[in-house]
Each structure stands twice: as structure tokens, then as C-alpha cells.
């Protein structure tokens, strides 16, 4: 169990793969992430797994483990997006595992990230991409993250919901105009889900930073940095900023849903 004086490591991960008995896992999984005292929410779903528990840095290393080479997914995860940080305290109040119909919400069942995906994009040679003239960037969150902090030039969609995300395709994107769209989020899940949406839709080029943003502000040094502001994650860290240092604010996860 952690105490006062424990460090709390934090695990995000997440891997589009094919998981026909995800509810089958469900019980596993919680009875092994309680067995080591984590506290998170994680979903599962026929396309894969996205979560993020937190707890004793032992107990993470030991999850990690667990999903990629363990009994329970059966060397399934082994192309896990998988990144660590530390909170000051314990940043989550309970274990949630759930089970939904798409680890994270689109509503395209032509969008498939284990049939075609984008391009993706190292964080060290992210700048150099959104630099170009030609290409559009694209924000995937939703606005009251984006509110918190972009990358420069990003367009904000106005997204209440990342479900809204194939509307504002629709409206606002063409093929034939957009030849070269970089996106981004939090972690990689969205846009990822969202390269795959448009790849369906005949976009030709198109492009997402590996990791999200969480990988290039723990990669990128601060002073060649084109992120200006603070990163929200679905926690009550709240925000994480370069080298995912903690803000200083506290109380998130309970006014706006998970979306990544």
C-alpha cells in the first residue's frame, strides 16, 4: 500500500488490437491491478485497451509487464503505447475497469486503426513537420483542453467530443485542399483513431505525433519547444507541463469525462 512518503508512478497506455474477449478479461485484469493496490480507470473493447492507473512504482513496473508479456493478453499488447510519470499523491480515487463497445469513441466502423493508420511522427522530428507551409495541424481534443494549451498554428475543430471529430471532417476538410494534415492529442489514441477516419475518406497524406503530446513535452527540451501552454490529462494532476512536471492545480477528472 503507499504512504505518505511513497512516490505514486502513473502508467498511460494504450494499443489498438483485436480483443474478441475483452469481456472475458475484464475480471482478470481488475483482480490483478487490486492485487497490487492500483488505483485508475481502464476500458477494454474489441479494438483493444486505453487506460491509466497510478500506485507504487513497483506495482506499475509490474503491470507493464503483466499487459505486454503476461497470461492475461497472451502477447497481444506487444506494440503498447505506454508512457510513465509520477504525481505527488495518489491521483485517482478508485480502480475502474470497464467495458465499452470502442476504447475510445468515434462511432466509423470504418475507422480501424489495425487495417490502415497514418504516418507517425517521432516527437524529434515533429517540429520540423508543422513547420512546413503546406501542412494543416490539426488539434483532435476537445476545446476546453485546447483552451489549456496547443501546439502553434493548431486548429481547434471546436470539439465537444471527440465523436464530433468525423462531423468537422466532413464540414470542414476536403481532400483535394488538405493534401498534408499533421494531428495530434494527449496521448496518441485520438489521433490515431482519427488518421484511420480520414485515410478512409481518400485524405492522402496524413500524419500524427507518436506518443501525443505527453511524449514530445518528455522528449523535446523546452527551449526548442513549439507547445506553448499546459497539457490536461483525466486526472487530478489536472495538467502536465515540459518534462511532464505537475502544474500545481488540483481536482480534475470530475468535471469533464474521459475521452483519451
Same mark, same amino acid.
Given at each position: 500500500m503507499l504512504d505518505a512518503n511513497s512516490?505514486? +508512478?502513473v502508467a498511460a497506455f494504450y494499443q489498438f488490437a483485436a480483443l474478441p474477449d475483452y469481456g472475458e478479461l475484464r475480471e482478470p485484469l481488475r483482480a490483478f491491478c487490486a492485487g497490487l493496490a492500483l488505483k485508475g480507470s481502464v476500458l477494454l473493447a474489441?479494438? /483493444?485497451?486505453? /487506460?491509466?492507473v497510478a500506485g507504487a512504482p513497483e506495482a506499475i513496473d509490474a503491470f507493464a509487464h503483466e499487459l505486454a508479456h /503476461?497470461?492475461? =493478453?497472451?502477447? !497481444? $499488447?506487444?506494440n503498447l503505447e505506454l508512457k510513465f510519470s509520477t504525481a505527488a499523491a495518489m491521483p485517482f480515487g478508485r480502480l475502474k475497469v470497464r467495458l +465499452? %463497445?470502442?476504447?475510445?469513441? $468515434? /462511432?466509423?466502423?470504418a475507422a480501424d486503426p489495425t487495417r490502415q493508420? *497514418?504516418?507517425y511522427v517521432d516527437a524529434s522530428d515533429w517540429n520540423a513537420l508543422i513547420a512546413a507551409p503546406d501542412t494543416l495541424l490539426l488539434d483532435t481534443r476537445n476545446t476546453f483542453e485546447v483552451a489549456m494549451g496547443t501546439f502553434e498554428g493548431a486548429v481547434d475543430p471546436g470539439l465537444q467530443? =471527440? @465523436?464530433? =471529430? %468525423? &462531423? =468537422? #471532417? #466532413?464540414e470542414q476538410l476536403d481532400p483535394a485542399k488538405h493534401r498534408r494534415i499533421a494531428m495530434f492529442c494527449t496521448g496518441g489514441i485520438r489521433c490515431e483513431k482519427a488518421s484511420a477516419h480520414l485515410l478512409a475518406r481518400g485524405f492522402a497524406e496524413v500524419y500524427h505525433l507518436k506518443g501525443g503530446i505527453l511524449r514530445y513535452l518528455q522528449e523535446v527540451p523546452e527551449t526548442q519547444s513549439r507547445w506553448r501552454g499546459e497539457c490536461f490529462v483525466f486526472d487530478e494532476r489536472v #495538467?502536465? *507541463?515540459?518534462? $511532464? !512536471?505537475?502544474?500545481? $492545480? !488540483? @481536482?480534475? &477528472? +470530475?468535471e469533464h469525462g474521459r475521452d483519451e
Open positions: 512516490i505514486t +508512478k474489441q479494438e /483493444g485497451i486505453n /487506460g491509466t /503476461g497470461d492475461i =493478453f497472451g502477447g !497481444r $499488447l506487444n +465499452k %463497445k470502442e476504447i475510445v469513441t $468515434l /462511432g466509423d466502423a493508420v *497514418g504516418t467530443s =471527440f @465523436g464530433q =471529430f %468525423k &462531423d =468537422f #471532417a #466532413a #495538467a502536465l *507541463g515540459h518534462g $511532464l !512536471r505537475e502544474q500545481g $492545480l !488540483r @481536482g480534475g &477528472d +470530475k
